[in-house]
């Protein structure tokens, strides 16, 4: 007897759906493993270094992004749109997406988050809810940076989980926190994507326990750490990195600052900081090339009589985080106590020790070597570790402060590198920073990504969630 059609019809749904269901289930997983220098103690959009800055593009979602370096678009607005004079603009927020946690990015916490972020981008905004769920923002004169404004990390939407972990609407969330690690799980899971990804940190960890642990990425630590057999196994390709290094002069004394800034030479200095290193870009302030306001080559130095008179019988504190460096830093100093008589203390220190100890008070250091970045071409990550409500200076620079404030509320393009330049200046001139170089390192990722882009905007802050295998 056969069945009849109805049953057949059923069958063939319940074999399909079942086909369907097993296949995602089987959907094969994959971990993305990076390496870090330190691990940080927290992750949240007011303790920006290079690793959280990261951990951030994986975790956080700002409102807007410029991706081409002109037009706006959301994943996070089901629809937006301002005036033709940039004075009003309305947004319409996704409400089915959530945070890390599972609250949901609902009118409510959309309606606090506009009006707390239009706040601090200007008092003089009007933020009016409507009843189709939309929000206006009105400014009584054409506001064309308000955009940029809410497309920095910094502003992105966030709630707190833990006084260590931050949630954002991005496509991974926080799973742990360890000394030695930290975990991110992908919230939705994807065919030939990456599941999660675990950061692990650089502290004692050899070349070869590097291939048991599964690294993808490499490019977060110091080019010369990076095994031999990466260069030969992966996809390499050269980056210039928005990202300085620098020397900070943690001294009241403009004496012994003027010393250290002028007589440091930053060719010898940083070969004795960086004895493996060999290849540097120039940049003459803290600004690389590729923000406005930058500008090639080297820091004007003259160490004159007149300074090392002044150094005779001083001392100054260099706290040092690399392994490899402390005869070639030994020797340096002996150097510079020969030429001009200044002393410097070194004391080493594991590079996640230092890291805490970076911004609490009293400072441990006179002198430590900084790396400052950014995952886009903006002013803060680069001024704010200097001149922020957090700065790694123990004393104040007051007029180059005020400027900074200014940089933050200038809106027109041309006037912001202006005044950048002016802030950059004011480090160099108060000789508070020296910087060394930019980063300028070959980048490699595992040849299996299927959709890698040579070229993109930043790629040392990979979103790993576009990544497909």
């Not at 990390?153 to 609407?169: M, V």
């Not at 990466?230 to 210039?240: C, M, R, S």
């Amino acid at each position: 007897m056969r069945p009849p059609k109805w049953f057949l019809g059923v069958f063939i749904v319940l074999l399909v759906s079942a086909w369907a269901l097993s296949s995602w289930i089987l959907l094969p997983s994959k971990t993305w493993g990076v390496l870090l220098s330190t691990i940080p103690t927290a992750v949240s959009t007011t303790n920006r270094t290079n690793s959280v800055n990261y951990i951030l593009k994986q975790t956080h979602e700002p409102l807007f992004r410029k991706d081409d370096g002109q037009n706006f678009n959301s994943t996070l607005l089901r629809m937006w749109s301002r005036s033709v004079d940039s004075s009003r603009y309305e947004f319409c927020p996704d409400t089915s997406l959530s945070f890390g946690s599972g609250q949901k990015f609902t009118l409510d916490y959309f309606g606090d988050y506009i009006a707390r972020m239009t706040a601090r981008y200007s008092s003089a905004a009007k933020v009016v809810k409507e009843n189709n769920g939309c929000f206006n923002v009105e400014f009584a004169s054409r506001q064309p940076g308000y955009l940029d404004f809410l497309s920095l990390y910094d502003n992105a939407p966030s709630i707190e989980r833990t006084k260590s972990i931050e949630d954002g609407l991005g496509v991974y969330s926080v799973e742990a926190i360890e000394k030695a690690r930290i975990v991110l799980k992908r919230k939705a899971h994807v065919r030939n994507g990456y599941s999660s990804i675990v950061f692990y940190s650089r502290s004692g960890v050899s070349a070869e326990e590097m291939r048991g642990l599964g690294i993808s990425d490499y490019n977060q630590i110091s080019s010369f750490d990076v095994p031999d057999w990466v260069a030969k196994e992966y996809l390499g390709f050269d980056n210039l990195k928005l990202k300085s290094e620098a020397l900070v002069i943690n001294t009241e004394d403009k004496d012994l600052r003027d010393i250290v800034y002028n007589c440091f030479d930053v060719r010898r200095f940083r070969a004795a900081f960086l004895p493996s290193k060999h290849d540097f870009r120039d940049v003459r302030t803290l600004l690389p090339l590729g923000v406005p306001g930058a500008e090639a080559g080297l820091p004007e130095q003259i160490c004159s009589e007149r300074l090392k008179k002044k150094a005779q019988g001083r001392s100054l504190v260099f706290c040092n985080w690399t392994n490899d460096n402390y005869e070639t830093l030994k020797k340096f100093f002996r150097e510079i106590y020969g030429k001009t008589g200044l002393k410097v203390k070194l004391v080493n220190y594991e590079a996640s020790e230092l890291a805490s100890l970076l911004y609490k008070k009293p400072r441990v250091y006179d002198l430590v070597v900084v790396m400052v970045g950014a995952t886009r071409a903006e002013y803060k990550g680069f001024f704010d570790p200097f001149l922020g409500d957090n700065s790694v200076l123990s004393y104040k620079l007051e007029k180059t402060k005020n400027d900074y404030k200014k940089l933050l509320h200038e809106m027109d393009p041309q006037k912001k590198a202006d005044i950048s330049k002016d802030v950059a200046e004011g480090l160099a001139g108060n000789h508070s920073v020296l910087t060394l170089y930019q980063g300028y390192d070959p980048i490699y990722y595992p040849k299996e990504i299927k959709n890698i882009v040579v070229g993109r905007d930043f790629m040392e802050y990979p979103e790993v969630g576009d990544f497909r295998w």
